[in-house]
T-cell receptor, first 110, second 112 residues
């Protein structure tokens, strides 16, 4: 039982490049979400999904797209990376015992 | 939406000392959650509180649900080096809201 799996763990991008951060869960949780963590700013919600086919914006959605074609997967796409998107990204699901987080993706945009 | 204020922002303590941190909300809560994030990992649930006045322990950690239902406290007794990390409080998950339900975190450093 892996829980929430995020890939890659580390990534360096050049400004303007695109990439997809992967998130997969095996807990059959309907709710999934993406956060970014920056020093002193806690966990800020980027996008979330309450089930397959449904997504919505969080607090800081600009520059990011998401889709939810299956219950298991919730990828986060950066279409044109900017240095301001340098951060640590966490995917999380929500079940009866609260949130379960992945181990994060550390992204650097140069 | 709910707004959480977590303090202190950071703490530097000596091994063996006790630690206290707290979280306050602008709204009344029916749930308080406390998470710990180890360096390089995602946050993990430590303690969940569901009732005003509730006091719950998990080893050396003790958390309390304030009687006003607008605050919660986390205490760590006899700290050890592996207590290092970021501690987050969180309110009740709101799956229809577009805002994070987490406080900004308390970063704990323990000196051996």
């Amino acid at each position: 039982n892996a829980g929430v799996t995020q890939t890659p763990k580390f990534q360096v991008l050049k400004t303007g490049q695109s990439m997809t951060l992967q998130c997969a869960q095996d807990m059959n949780h309907e709710y999934m979400s993406w956060y970014r963590q920056d020093p002193g700013m806690g966990l800020r919600l980027i996008h979330y999904s309450v089930g397959a086919g449904i997504t919505d914006q969080g607090e800081v959605p600009n520059g990011y797209n998401v889709s939810r074609s299956t219950t298991e997967d919730f990828p986060l796409r950066l279409l044109s990376a900017a240095p301001s998107q340098t951060s640590v990204y966490f995917c999380a699901t929500l079940g009866g015992n609260g949130y379960t987080f992945g181990s994060g993706t550390r992204l650097t945009v140069v | 939406g709910q707004q959480l204020n977590q303090s202190p922002q950071s703490m530097f303590i000596q091994e063996g000392e006790d630690v206290s941190m707290n979280c306050t909300s602008s709204s009344i809560f029916n749930t308080w959650l406390w998470y710990k994030q180890d360096p390089g990992e995602g946050p993990v649930l430590l303690i969940a509180l569901y009732k005003a006045g509730e006091l719950t322990s998990n080893g050396r950690l003790t958390a309390q649900f304030g009687i006003t239902r607008k605050d919660s406290f986390l205490n760590i007794s006899a700290s050890i080096p592996s207590d290092v990390g970021i501690y987050f409080c969180a309110g009740p998950p709101n799956t229809n809201a577009g805002k994070s339900t987490f406080g900004d975190g308390t970063t704990l450093t323990v000196k051996p």
